[in-house]
């Protein structure tokens, strides 16, 4: 949450931007902006002192406090990366330190942890700065419209909110390639399972729409009793992928055709059927967006892999693109590879 002098700060950058304050004119006084956005003199005079300090407000003894006059967008000459830092390895996602390193040829670049927001806010919105959100959330939106509202650019990875800069992946096309390949393996009755919608993980909504309007595309004949969409942030995996599980065993005839768009239930998933009798590549096809190297080692499972080197690449084209000053927007999708291990014969 911002402090209430970063709150003023940001309003009076909001009313500039929207051009209820334009440049060159007198802006109310502290008594009215105390009134106004509801908090101290101080509050006010710290806000202000800060955006006089940036240039962008200044002050005539007697007279009042105007707003400057526009100047040229100061150079980039510093990038930041907001995320969090897995010490996983296998977590191929959080790709923060490599890309940074890549910057690092062009810019220096600093990492923040998305935690350390607030308290180092006042170095993101210094002139000539450039943020870089990896796979950010819905409740630092508020920090981001911040930003924009001091001209700071940034590049969103892995999400899209707005109308920001962003580099994602095009699960549309990855979906489609996958689709094809289980359907020529397994048939075209399909066992759906995903994560209930979320705000804060938009890609949920995005996989949703790929996978029914290819099923449309396709002339799969979806049926309500193969959709199984669950809340698998807030309820317990195991348990629930092992309720899924045993509503399947439970049939007449286990279907040959899965899609979990949720890459951390497949393989509580393979393991439960496994222990069932049931295997992957002879009694199924799976298929699962993202990658997982357990998984890789099975037979019968496509992974739709998302391609983070890519988007780092594309990263450093945005960054090269704000140092030429370029302000054309930056909105790419990228297409996942398809990978399987299929069973061998004999």
Same mark, same amino acid.
């Given at each position: 949450?911002?402090?209430k002098?970063?709150?003023?700060? +940001?309003?009076? $950058?909001?009313?500039?931007?929207?051009?209820?304050?334009?440049?060159?004119?007198?802006?109310?006084?502290?008594?009215?902006?105390?009134?106004?956005?509801?908090?101290?003199? #101080?509050?006010?005079?710290?806000?202000? #002192?800060?955006?006089?300090?940036?240039?962008?407000?200044?002050? *005539?003894?007697?007279?009042?406090?105007?707003?400057?006059?526009k100047?040229?967008?100061?150079?980039?000459?510093?990038?930041?990366?907001?995320?969090?830092?897995?010490?996983?390895?296998?977590?191929?996602?959080w790709?923060?330190?490599?890309?940074?390193? +890549?910057?690092?040829?062009?810019?220096p670049?600093? *990492?923040?942890?998305?935690?350390?927001i607030?308290?180092?806010?006042h170095?993101?919105?210094?002139?000539?700065?450039?943020?870089?959100? !990896?796979? %950010?959330?819905?409740?630092?939106l508020?920090v981001?419209?911040?930003?924009?509202?001091?001209?700071?650019?940034?590049?969103?990875?892995g999400?899209?909110?707005?109308?920001?800069? *962003?580099?994602?992946?095009?699960?549309?096309?990855?979906?489609?390639?996958?689709?094809?390949?289980?359907?020529?393996?397994?048939?075209?009755?399909?066992?759906?399972?995903?994560?209930?919608?979320? %705000?804060?993980?938009?890609?949920?909504?995005?996989?949703? $729409?790929a996978?029914?309007?290819k099923?449309?595309? !396709?002339?799969?004949?979806?049926?309500?009793?193969?959709i199984?969409i669950?809340?698998f942030?807030?309820?317990?995996?195991?348990?629930?992928?092992?309720?899924?599980?045993?509503?399947?065993?439970?049939? %007449?005839?286990?279907?040959?055709?899965? &899609?979990?768009?949720?890459?951390?239930?497949?393989?509580?998933?393979?393991?439960?059927?496994?222990?069932?009798?049931?295997?992957?590549?002879?009694?199924?096809?799976l298929?699962?967006?993202?990658?997982?190297?357990?998984?890789?080692?099975?037979?019968g499972? #496509?992974?739709?892999?998302?391609d983070?080197?890519? !988007?780092? +690449?594309?990263?450093?084209?945005w960054?090269?693109?704000?140092?030429?000053?370029?302000?054309?927007? &930056?909105?790419?999708?990228?297409? %996942?590879e398809?990978?399987?291990?299929?069973?061998?014969?004999?």
């Amino acid at each position: 949450m911002l402090s209430k002098v970063e709150a003023v700060k +940001e309003k009076i $950058l909001s009313e500039i931007k929207a051009g209820k304050f334009k440049s060159g004119m007198i802006i109310p006084s502290r008594h009215q902006l105390m009134k106004k956005y509801s908090c101290s003199r #101080g509050s006010i005079d710290t806000a202000i #002192g800060g955006l006089s300090k940036k240039g962008i407000l200044y002050s *005539h003894q007697g007279k009042g406090t105007f707003v400057a006059e526009k100047k040229v967008e100061t150079a980039l000459v510093k990038v930041f990366i907001v995320g969090d830092y897995s010490q996983n390895l296998r977590d191929e996602s959080w790709r923060s330190t490599p890309l940074a390193a +890549e910057i690092q040829q062009l810019l220096p670049c600093l *990492h923040i942890h998305r935690n350390d927001i607030n308290i180092n806010l006042h170095k993101l919105v210094h002139p000539g700065s450039a943020v870089i959100w !990896m796979r %950010p959330s819905y409740s630092e939106l508020r920090v981001m419209d911040y930003l924009a509202s001091a001209g700071i650019p940034q590049l969103l990875i892995g999400r899209n909110f707005g109308d920001y800069d *962003h580099v994602r992946t095009d699960a549309e096309s990855g979906i489609a390639t996958g689709l094809e390949w289980l359907t020529e393996n397994s048939g075209d009755e399909i066992v759906y399972i995903s994560e209930l919608n979320n %705000p804060d993980r938009p890609f949920i909504a995005e996989r949703h $729409l790929a996978f029914y309007s290819k099923c449309i595309e !396709m002339n799969i004949a979806l049926k309500p009793k193969n959709i199984f969409i669950r809340d698998f942030i807030t309820l317990n995996t195991g348990q629930t992928v092992s309720q899924i599980a045993e509503n399947l065993l439970a049939r %007449p005839r286990f279907p040959k055709a899965i &899609f979990i768009s949720f890459i951390a239930a497949a393989m509580p998933f393979v393991t439960f059927l496994e222990a069932k009798g049931k295997f992957s590549g002879r009694d199924y096809h799976l298929l699962t967006f993202d990658q997982d190297m357990w998984l890789m080692k099975h037979d019968g499972i #496509g992974m739709i892999r998302q391609d983070w080197a890519k !988007m780092d +690449e594309l990263a450093c084209e945005w960054i090269l693109q704000k140092i030429k000053g370029k302000k054309e927007k &930056f909105q790419k999708k990228i297409k %996942p590879e398809f990978i399987v291990k299929e069973q061998k014969n004999g």
